[in-house]
Nanobody, 119 residues
Framework: QVQLVESGGGLVQPGGSLRLSCAAS????????MRWYRQAPGKERELVAG???????TYVDSVKGRFTISRDNSKNTVYLQMNSLKPEDTAVYFC?????????????WGQGTQVTVSS
């Protein structure tokens, strides 16, 4: 069974840093693009960052220069290093992978980890 388990969230002051981790299992991690999404209260879920199997990365403009997505295929883990955090980064952060099953790409989500940026 596919599992994505996020960790590393918490309360941090503006300007602080957190590193989120997503431990993946139940699929071939190394060949799949991994993504981080976030959802703030009352807002739509948005794609924050993605990393492809070969290492290419994408970010939403609002986090460029502050967040870094990375992966360790030996640990089946994807990370999101978040620096210079702002209150507007407050959200539940979700790990995501879309897996091909019988020719259809199916979404799999972690349970989410809360990030709160507040003074």
């Amino acid at each position: 069974q596919v599992q994505l388990v996020e960790s590393g969230g918490g309360l941090v002051q503006p300007g602080g840093s957190l590193r989120l981790s997503c431990a993946a299992s139940g699929f071939t991690f190394s060949t799949n693009e991994m993504r981080w999404y976030r959802q703030a209260p009352g807002k739509e879920r948005e794609l924050v960052a993605g990393i492809r199997s070969a290492g290419s990365v994408t970010y939403v403009d609002s986090v460029k220069g502050r967040f870094t997505i990375s992966r360790d295929n030996s640990k089946n883990t994807v990370y999101l290093q978040m620096n210079s955090l702002k209150p507007e980064d407050t959200a539940v952060y979700f790990c995501y992978v879309g897996l091909l099953r019988l020719g259809v790409r199916l979404p799999y989500w972690g349970q989410g980890t809360q990030v709160t940026v507040s003074s």
